[in-house]
């Protein structure tokens, strides 16, 4: 199971936010550029970014710090937040960018996701976040009447290839993540699940690995230094 530390963009600052609230942030670093040299000097492979402002504008805004990131690492990154039209997504992939993830327009804008998908396939992660069970959209400010499982069996069933899953109610809480969810959100897809909320120790990555799930997105437990990451893919990864 590959680990993916989170670095959420909010202000050109690496935050990160207590169950989606985004009037309750936390601020670790002023630069997530120098964030991203040190969870790659840690051994991480992948970089799992979010910009936070792009998510509830519609857009990406915080471009420079993302490419500035690029530049400064070797790691490969995957990238939500904003990606809602064609020209973002080619954007950010012109960027370097290794992976985006589509969430709001996968419920909203079904043309855009099919396009997206016959464009770059694989290269398109949908990301499923749920509150109690229902997809949760618009940088989590609203919460629709859609089943998350049955969202992610009809997704797959059109071309989806990865997804990411993340329970709100977890992130950023340190309770540790849903693995029920996470265990029938694996059952109902035959394809790479990303765990994301909720990690709060190397256990969680244990019973996480026996999941059989492709990867656990990592923040707060990071940042508070509940999980070191040297230490997690030493374990989990090797």
């Not at 690496?14 to 985004?22: H, P, S």
């Not at 990411?164 to 109902?188: F, S």
């Not at 059989?212 to 893919?233: F, M, P, R, S």
Request: hydrophobic content about 45%.
């Amino acid at each position: 199971m590959i680990i993916l530390p989170a670095i959420d963009i909010k202000s050109g600052q690496c935050v990160r936010l207590y169950q989606g609230d985004y009037n309750r942030v936390t601020s670790y670093d002023a630069d997530p550029v120098q964030v991203a040299r040190r969870w790659q000097s840690a051994g991480a492979s992948w970089l799992h970014v979010v910009d936070l402002d792009g998510a509830a504008a519609g857009q990406p805004v915080n471009v420079e710090v993302i490419r500035r990131m690029r530049e400064s690492t070797v790691l490969r990154i995957e990238l939500g937040g904003g990606m809602r039209s064609l020209v973002h997504i080619q954007h950010m992939f012109d960027l370097g960018i290794d992976r985006i993830i589509l969430g709001t327009v996968a419920l909203t804008d079904r043309a855009l996701l099919q396009e997206a998908l016959a464009r770059w396939g694989e290269r398109i992660a949908v990301g499923l976040d749920a509150r109690a069970g229902l997809v949760a959209i618009a940088g989590w400010r609203e919460t629709s009447q859609v089943q998350v499982t049955s969202l992610a069996v009809e997704l797959s069933k059109s071309g989806v290839q990865r997804f990411i899953y993340t329970d709100i109610a977890r992130d950023g809480a340190l309770k540790g993540p849903n693995l029920d969810a996470l265990r029938e959100m694996h059952q109902v897809i035959s394809y790479p699940l990303i765990a994301s909320g909720g990690v709060s120790s190397l256990e969680d990555l244990r019973s996480l690995a026996a999941l059989g799930i492709e990867g656990a997105i990592v923040g707060k437990a990071l940042y508070t230094g509940a999980v070191d990451l040297a230490t997690a893919i030493q374990e989990i990864e090797r």
